[in-house]
């Protein structure tokens, strides 16, 4: 009887996604505060409530077993809302969102820390140094194996090093995804 018990429990825990791997995301502020204790770099997904690729990243890319453990163990993952109203402390300033509307459907007013980071589509996924300085922002929905390149690229610091088209170019080929 206690076999069947244990075998119900582990069929709930599996069926409910609760023994699934996910990404530990967190807030700007939270990733900051974090990176103190701790220096590591910032992976942030800039979505937004209407946006269809972003709805995509989350489900076909942000549920890849070697993605999550990749960006779990070389990054704070921070999810960011780009029409939001969660107040960001950056650089000694506090971005928020004075225009957002909230009985408003669908778009919205660009929350100010998205506009500083000068986002312009979403989704974006931005990079940001163990100090917090940006590095890059990329836009558009990107599957797993799109999205293994920035990731490993940046985590050791490759990135430093592709100062030309040609040796980004370069680079492209010789890498060999393991997503």
Known sequence: MKQVRIF???????????GQAQIKWMTMNEALAAQKRVPKKIFMD???EWCGPCKLLDKKTFTHKKLIRF???????VKFNGEGTE????NNFTYTN????????GRNAQHFFADALKINAY???????????VIQAIPGYRS????????????????????????????????????
């Open 46 to 48: 800039v979505y937004t």
């Open 98 to 105: 004075p225009n957002y509307q909230p009985e408003r459907k």
């Open 8 to 18: 119900w429990v582990l069929l709930l825990l599996l069926s409910t996604g609760l």
């Open 123 to 133: 989704p974006s996924l931005v990079f940001f140094t163990e100090t917090g300085a």
């Open 144 to 179: 797993p194996e799109d999205l293994e390149i920035f990731l490993k690229m940046i985590a050791n610091d490759d990135y430093k090093e592709l100062t030309t088209q040609e040796s980004w170019e370069a680079y492209q080929q010789s890498f060999k995804g393991k997503f």
């Open 71 to 77: 960006i779990n163990e070389h990054y704070y993952a």
């Open 87 to 90: 107040p960001v402390t950056y």
